[in-house]
């Protein structure tokens, strides 16, 4: 695929995908958050993807919304959602992906950057990298359900610092607060890798694709009504080519291969 602003390659059954604007701190503009839904989308219909990386040339992650677009006076308003569902917001169809999305923040997150970032399935970290959510300072408000996302990763009392402040914090404390998990700086791409490359090869697809469903749908469930679908899904796992496996390759001691079906 062809991109002007980010790069795609596929590693194993994992896709990289690099924001790749590191003069500019990879700062967000309008192309590159069309180029991310168009990488993406190939990720996700690509069967032979089992899991998506997101990172950042350079020194950074992605340092928030390019300056040079948020003081153009003739660029268009922030576009509205007009339904209340998850997948139809703005950064909603991250959350949506049927296949794990990692964040690979191997530098500076800032504000739309970090805020993709909390979308993601599971966030890594490099020491030394520095992260913040910078609203409060700049006149604006917790944008893209950022205020709805943060509490439930990090609690209320530190969702509650960080957007209030605006300050920026360390990846050490970010690791602290379980905002995502620290990983030394050098290799640390690899090691981000590697990650991946654990689930796309040694888990189901199946299994990854409904545990994925559960977190999000727990998030609005009662205990009861969660067990109640972690039931009826074990129970359908049984007659699955996957469980099938599952059980194959542990007792004869050898690389599982899982089809997803």
């Known amino acids: 695929m062809d991109f002007t602003q980010l790069r795609y390659a596929a590693i194993g059954r994992v896709a990289s995908i690099t924001f790749d604007r590191p003069d500019r701190l990879n700062a967000w503009t ?38 040079a677009v948020l003081s153009d006076p003739g660029r268009p308003p922030v576009p509205q959602a007009d339904s209340d569902d998850d997948a139809a917001q703005r950064y909603g169809y991250l959350g949506a992906l049927a296949k794990p999305l990692i964040a690979a923040i191997n530098g500076a997150a800032a504000g739309v950057g970090l805020c993709i970032a909390l979308h993601a399935d599971l966030r890594y970290v490099a020491a030394g990298a520095k992260l913040t959510l910078p609203y409060a300072r700049r006149g604006l408000v917790a944008e893209h359900g950022t205020a709805w996302l943060l509490p439930r990763l990090i609690g209320p009392m530190h969702a509650a610092d960080l957007l209030l402040t605006g300050r920026t914090l360390q990846a050490e404390e970010a690791d602290r607060m379980g905002l995502a998990c620290l990983l030394p700086a050098e290799g640390f791409l690899d090691a981000v890798l590697a990650r991946a490359t654990e689930i796309a090869e040694l888990s189901s697809p199946r299994a990854v694709r409904i545990i994925k469903r559960q977190l999000v749908e727990a998030r609005y469930q009662t205990l009861g009504q969660a067990t109640r679908v972690a039931d009826r899904e074990i129970a359908a796992c049984r007659d699955t080519e996957d469980f099938r496996e599952g059980v194959r390759h542990f007792v004869e001691k050898r690389a599982p291969r899982f089809t997803g079906r």
């Open 30 to 67: 309008p192309t590159l958050e069309a180029e991310l839904r168009a990488a993406v989308a190939h990720a996700e219909a690509d069967d032979a993807v089992r899991a998506i990386v997101l990172s950042g040339a350079g020194r950074a992650f992605c340092a928030g919304m390019d300056m």
